[in-house]
C-alpha cells in the first residue's frame, strides 16, 4: 500500500497563477483533509470531505477550492495564488470518526508551494 | 486564546533524560486526544492516542485530565532518535467534525 501520496512535491509559482494539488489515499477512508502549516503556526485546517462527492469548509478555507470526485482522490485548487499562500501543504485521510475503527489520520509527505 | 496550547520550546535533554510535554485544550466538548510526531521537512504521524485510564508505550506514556483539560506527554530514557516536534492533537464533534493541532514542542535529544 502506497498509504497517501501527494503530487507535486515542490512548486513554485507567481503571483495570480493557479494549480492543483492531488491527494491519493488507497485505504479507503471515507474522511479527506487539506492542511497548510506555517512557521509557529501549527497544521490549520482548509477544507475537508466526510465522503466522495461533499466537502466543507475548514479554519483557513479562503482563497483554495477542492473537489472529491471519487473516494480515493481529493483535489486543492488555488485560483489566483498570493504570496500569502506560500507554505507546505499536507494531505492527509482517516476512516470515519463513527465507524469504530479509530479515527487516526494519515498524512502525505507534503507539497512545498512558495508564491512569488 | 489559542483552542490548543502546548508548552513552548524548544526542549534540550541529554540521553536517557526523562522529558515531560504538556498541552491544554479549551472546548470542553472535545472527544479524542492524539500526540503526533513531525521530523524536520517530514509528514505528522501517530505516536499515540490519549486515554482518559492513561496509556503507556514502551518508553512513552501518555495522561488525560478532562476536568483540567490537560493531556501530558511523558519520554523516559530519551534517545537521539526522539528529536523532533511532537504535536498535541484534539478532535471535536460539535455538530461537525473539528480536528485541532497543537503548534507543536520541539525536542532536540543530545548525546
Known amino acids: 500500500n502506497a498509504g497517501v501520496t501527494q503530487t507535486p512535491k515542490f512548486r513554485v509559482l507567481k503571483t495570480g497563477q493557479s494549480m492543483t494539488l492531488l491527494c491519493a489515499q488507497d485505504m479507503n477512508h471515507e474522511y479527506m483533509y487539506w492542511y497548510r502549516q506555517d512557521p509557529g503556526m501549527g497544521l490549520r485546517l482548509i477544507h475537508y470531505?466526510?465522503?466522495?462527492?461533499?466537502?466543507a469548509k475548514g479554519e483557513v478555507p479562503d482563497g483554495y477550492n477542492v473537489s472529491r470526485l471519487k473516494k480515493q482522490n481529493f483535489l486543492l485548487g488555488l485560483e489566483s495564488a498570493a504570496p500569502s499562500q506560500t507554505s507546505v501543504y499536507f494531505c492527509a485521510s482517516s476512516y470515519s470518526p463513527s465507524s469504530g475503527r479509530g479515527n487516526e489520520q494519515f498524512f502525505g509527505p507534503g507539497t512545498r508551494l512558495t508564491v512569488l | 486564546r489559542k483552542e490548543v496550547e502546548q508548552d513552548p520550546g524548544p526542549f534540550n535533554v541529554p540521553e536517557g533524560a526523562t522529558v515531560a510535554f504538556n498541552c491544554t485544550y479549551s472546548n470542553s466538548a472535545s472527544q479524542s486526544f492524539f500526540w503526533y510526531r513531525q521530523d524536520c521537512r517530514k509528514e505528522p504521524k501517530l505516536l499515540m492516542s490519549?486515554?482518559?485510564s492513561g496509556n503507556e508505550d514502551g518508553r512513552f506514556t501518555a495522561q488525560l485530565n478532562r476536568a483540567s483539560q490537560y493531556i501530558s506527554l511523558l519520554i523516559r530514557d530519551s534517545k537521539l532518535s526522539d528529536s523532533a516536534t511532537y504535536l498535541c492533537?484534539?478532535?471535536?464533534?460539535?455538530?461537525?467534525?473539528?480536528?485541532?493541532f497543537g503548534a507543536g514542542t520541539r525536542l532536540f535529544v543530545k548525546a
Open positions: 490519549v486515554y482518559s
Open positions: 492533537v484534539v478532535n471535536l464533534n460539535t455538530g461537525g467534525f473539528k480536528t485541532i
Open positions: 470531505s466526510v465522503g466522495e462527492g461533499t466537502t
